[in-house]
Nanobody, 116 residues
Framework: QVQLVESGGGSVQPGGSLRLSCAATAYVSNFYTMGWFRQAPGKQRDLVATITKGGSTMYSDLVKGRFTITMDTAKSTVYLQMNSLKAEDTAVYYC??????????WGQGTQVTVSS
């Protein structure tokens, strides 16, 4: 069974940058979108950004202009470049892959902490 493995989380000061990666453990041909979600303590999991195989992107208004999502379809890997980070960006970030069959796969999550 294909798994999603996230990396790149960590601690950074406000205004700093981080780049998250999410790679499938095997090539997946039948997915049509990958995305990033985040969940802060005591809050629901919210969408951050998504990207389709065709390259169409969608962003939460909270991150638009600061975060950039990209994808390497050949590697079934998605990236999230996060710039101008704020304390309110602190959360566990999860990667999700959605297949044409409707099946969703989630990564295990990676912690991002923005603090001075």
């Amino acid at each position: 069974q294909v798994q999603l493995v996230e990396s790149g989380g960590g601690s950074v000061q406000p205004g700093g940058s981080l780049r998250l990666s999410c790679a499938a453990t095997a090539y997946v041909s039948n997915f049509y979108t990958m995305g990033w979600f985040r969940q802060a303590p005591g809050k629901q999991r919210d969408l951050v950004a998504t990207i389709t195989k065709g390259g169409s992107t969608m962003y939460s208004d909270l991150v638009k202009g600061r975060f950039t999502i990209t994808m390497d379809t050949a590697k079934s890997t998605v990236y999230l470049q996060m710039n101008s980070l704020k304390a309110e960006d602190t959360a566990v970030y999860y990667c999700k892959m959605t297949r044409y069959t409707g099946l969703d796969s989630w990564g295990q999550g990676t912690q991002v902490t923005v603090s001075s």
